[in-house]
T-cell receptor
Framework: KNQVEQSPQSLIILEGKNCTLQCNYTVSPFSNLRWYKQDTGRGPVSLTI?????NTKSNGRYTATLDADTKQSSLHITASQLSDSASYICVVTGGGNKLTFGTGTQLKVEL | GAGVSQSPSNKVTEKGKDVELRCDPI?????LYWYRQRLGQGLEFLIY????????KSGLPSDRFSAERTGESVSTLTIQRTQQEDSAVYLCASTLLPKNSPLHFGNGTRLTVT
């Protein structure tokens, strides 16, 4: 069964600190992996998309990594800001353009 | 418009009533998805449109749920005889080419069935 598991489920960090969110998947065949940010009451917004051949991709203070061999991805947030408080969702595209969503990591950045 | 638009943003309905949710995707986006998100949970796939046809409707939870898309543009999700467990946020997303392009989400319709 295609699954996407994210950890931790929730995380609280102080403003200015870095953090890393994890995503493990069992989706096969694999097409791409995406990270989304979902603010409360809003739809998810794309942060990064990585295909099989890409190991790392950055978008400002967000850096995603992908290890297609171990089927793991991480999202690193540098110098966190209060506005980074949101749910971060890992999404894997498999065969037939089928998307499998993780349940997300709820990040809270505090002063 | 600049993004995916969904209406209404909020809908409260009585159990047993029918509701219709609307999604206006980004112009030119051929692929359109509907998802359901219950409070505090992840996104649950409902249906995928490529153009006006739905090659994958495997996520529709029951025959009370249906969706259509016309003119490769607007899509409507209809829920008949609503039940309390249908209460959720219904999100629509569109993309130009589904494979390696980002999904652009609307802000959803929050449905409450009383």
């Amino acid at each position: 069964k295609n699954q996407v598991e994210q950890s931790p489920q929730s995380l609280i960090i102080l403003e200015g600190k870095n953090c890393t969110l994890q995503c493990n998947y069992t989706v096969s065949p694999f097409s791409n992996l995406r990270w989304y940010k979902q603010d409360t009451g809003r739809g998810p917004v794309s942060l990064t998309i990585m295909t099989f051949s890409e190991n790392t991709k950055s978008n400002g203070r967000y850096t995603a990594t992908l290890d297609a061999d171990t089927k793991q991805s991480s999202l690193h947030i540098t110098a966190s800001q209060l506005s980074d408080s949101a749910s971060y969702i890992c999404v894997v595209t498999g065969g037939g353009n089928k998307l499998t969503f993780g349940t997300g990591t709820q990040l809270k950045v505090e002063l | 418009g600049a993004g995916v638009s969904q209406s209404p943003s909020n809908k409260v309905t009585e159990k047993g009533k029918d509701v219709e949710l609307r999604c206006d995707p980004i112009s030119g986006h051929t692929a359109l998805y509907w998802y359901r998100q219950r409070l505090g949970q992840g996104l649950e796939f409902l249906i995928y449109f490529q153009g006006n046809s739905a090659p994958d409707k495997s996520g529709l939870p029951s025959d009370r749920f249906s969706a259509e898309r016309t003119g490769e543009s607007v899509s409507t999700l209809t829920i008949q005889r609503t039940q309390q467990e249908d209460s959720a946020v219904y999100l629509c997303a569109s993309t130009l080419l589904p494979k390696n392009s980002p999904l652009h989400f609307g802000n959803g319709t929050r449905l409450t069935v009383t």
